[in-house]
């Protein structure tokens, strides 16, 4: 037999039915990322559409964080620092912003901080940096004072009346709870 009259194997003579087209494959090229997402990944989904979220929280956290430190900043910086009860005594009575840290004899110590005008007085914290009582130690308390009173006097006003001079903070809380305070 002549090898030539038989037909090839994938020749058309060879196959009866046809076959269907195949579309045109494109070429083969190696994938630029990965096929499958990685655990965890930055730019998965569910992290890709948080991150504007994200971006504008910590925006806004670092502005208001800033805006509070410049804002206490300013209020600090027009704030004057007295290192002697007469210079307090004068920014107590014109209740102008001040602070004063005296020493209270050997056994206590208190830091005053005159923060303004309130329509019932002068607003301002007082806080025992020393104290036998070590509960009262660090425990603020700001009071609406009447600064047409003496410093000495205005606090012992408000110690005797917490609620009469919208005293409020921890140490408001520590003395209500010892009862009625007499102060003289």
């Not at 990322?33 to 930055?42: A, F, I, M, S």
């Not at 329509?119 to 425990?139: D, F, H």
């Not at 609620?163 to 010892?178: A, H, R, W």
Request: hydrophobic share 35%; charged share 10%.
């Amino acid at each position: 037999m002549d090898n030539q009259s038989l037909p090839l194997p994938n020749s058309p003579d060879s196959n009866p039915v046809p076959a269907a087209p195949q579309p045109p494959q494109p070429p083969v090229q190696p994938p630029l990322v990965p096929l499958q997402p990685v655990p965890n990944q930055v730019n998965s989904p569910k992290t890709s559409s948080l991150f504007p979220v994200i971006i504008i929280i910590a925006v806004l956290v670092g502005g208001s964080l800033m805006g509070l430190a410049a804002g206490l900043a300013l209020k600090h910086r027009n704030s004057a620092h007295c290192s002697s009860e007469s210079c307090f005594e004068q920014k107590f009575v014109s209740c102008s912003p001040a602070t004063f840290s005296p020493s209270l004899a050997q056994f206590a110590a208190v830091k005053y901080q005159i923060h303004g005008k309130q329509s019932s007085g002068c607003n301002m914290t007082l806080q025992y940096t020393a104290n036998p009582n070590k509960a009262w130690i660090n425990q603020p308390m700001t009071c609406n004072f009447d600064n047409k009173k003496n410093l000495g006097e205005a606090v012992s006003a408000a110690f005797s009346n917490l609620k009469g001079y919208d005293c409020t903070g921890p140490l408001v809380k520590i003395l209500q709870s010892l009862g009625p305070i007499s102060t003289g």
